[in-house]
């Protein structure tokens, strides 16, 4: 079945630096890709979303690159803050696989000052 | 910006006991889903609900889970018998159309801890 698999945190960055955080799918269909995010005690919010191959999507800086080639949504930032603390869910929904998001695993950034 | 809103924040439940779990999604959202989150764990998708009815459900809902939307606001997840292993973070989503197109907006959750 369709699965996302993103890489192990948590990463730990100084204040400025560049961020990575890699995500790969599986997926028969052609699936939309998105990011949330899970800040302390909050629930999931959308970060980004691309819905079809080479579209980018972007927010509050970050952004990430749908891949069909190599079949991957790499999350980047150029500049971290210590305010982008949080745990980062790469996930796909497929509409030929039906109405559910299927997430990764998250992974948990550390920004410090 | 319109968001979903989910109660109690937390509850506490004793082992075997019924609990309902509550949700008011956007307003204008026809699609509703719930997830739940294991400590430390990933998101999983629990059950879809389109049109007053089931659309998709996972193996993890089973004859002791169900949903219904009694109003033209609230959508409820009722675990009839609850277990110790049923203790995690539930969000409630919804979407204006189905997730392939649509993302799902999240409410903050409720924490469930089964005594």
């Known amino acids: 079945g369709d699965s996302v698999t993103q890489m192990e945190g948590p990463v730990t960055l100084s204040e400025e630096a560049f961020l990575t955080i890699n995500c790969t799918y599986t997926a028969t269909g052609y699936p939309s890709l998105f990011w949330y995010v899970q800040y302390p005690g909050e629930g999931l919010q959308l970060l980004l979303k691309a819905t079809k191959a080479d579209d980018k999507g972007s927010n509050k800086g970050f952004e990430a690159t749908y891949r069909k080639e190599t079949t991957s949504f790499h999350l980047e930032k150029g500049s971290v803050q210590v305010s982008d603390s949080a745990v980062y869910f790469c996930?796909?929904?497929?509409?030929?696989?039906?109405?559910?998001?299927?997430f990764g695993a998250g992974t948990r950034l550390f920004v410090k000052a | 910006e319109p968001e979903v809103t989910q109660t109690p924040s937390h509850q506490v439940t004793q082992m075997g006991q019924e609990v309902i779990l509550r949700c008011v999604p956007i307003?204008?959202?026809?699609?509703f889903y719930w997830y739940r989150q294991i400590l430390g764990q990933k998101v999983e998708f629990l059950v879809s609900?389109?049109?007053?009815?089931?659309?998709?459900k996972s193996e993890i809902f089973d004859d002791q889970f169900s949903v219904e939307r009694p109003d033209g606001s609230n959508f409820t997840l009722k675990i009839r018998s609850t277990k110790l292993e049923d203790s995690a973070m539930y969000f409630c989503?919804?979407?204006?159309?189905?997730?392939?197109?649509?993302?799902?907006?999240f409410g903050d959750g409720t924490r469930l801890s089964i005594l």
């Open positions: 989503a919804s979407s204006e159309n189905w997730a392939g197109d649509q993302p799902q907006h």
């Open positions: 307003s204008n959202h026809l699609y």
């Open positions: 996930a796909l929904s497929d509409r030929n696989r039906g109405f559910k998001t299927i």
């Open positions: 609900f389109y049109n007053n009815e089931i659309s998709e």
